[in-house]
């Protein structure tokens, strides 16, 4: 037995070398794969969304997207209730947004917590726009 204690610490030593070349640049992190899951959820979101096809004003709306660290929503997306399952649309949304407020506590990810502003809403040439308000000019 005695001959054998020596084999542990190079046994412990090898386990360590092989899980530092696991982390080697090449492999994906957690927050690479994590990352990459967000987007792809938001892709799904926009292909859900499509068009904003609208016939009227009453067609279109606002969604708050996304989880900002210091609070509120990234953005907002313009859709139309007329071409979504809004119920569809606001579950696939808050499933985003949880996710991100999820992956913003675990990475510490940090946002530059300005106020994303919620636009307008307009049915132009047959679709929905975002009508920001304008920006007063400075007064002299």
């Known amino acids: 037995m005695k001959r054998l204690s020596w084999m542990i610490p190079l046994i412990v030593l090898l386990a360590c070398l092989a899980g530092m070349a696991a982390c080697n640049d090449d492999d994906p992190t957690d927050e690479d794969q994590d990352r990459a899951r967000l987007e792809k959820m938001e892709a799904d979101i926009d292909e859900l969304i499509g068009e904003p096809t609208c016939k009227g ?23 139309s209730a007329s071409s979504v399952d809004t119920l569809a649309l606001e579950q696939e949304v808050a499933a985003y947004n949880k996710f991100n407020q999820t992956l913003n506590e675990r990475y510490g990810w940090m946002s530059d917590c300005s106020l994303a502003i919620r636009p307008g809403v307009e049915c132009l040439d047959g679709h929905c726009v975002a009508i920001y308000p304008a920006e007063t000019e400075a007064v002299e």
């Not at 279109?60 to 900002?68: E, P, V």
């Open 57 to 79: 004003n009453g067609d279109c709306r606002t969604i708050a997207f996304g989880a900002k660290p210091c609070g509120g929503p990234w953005s907002y997306k313009v859709y």
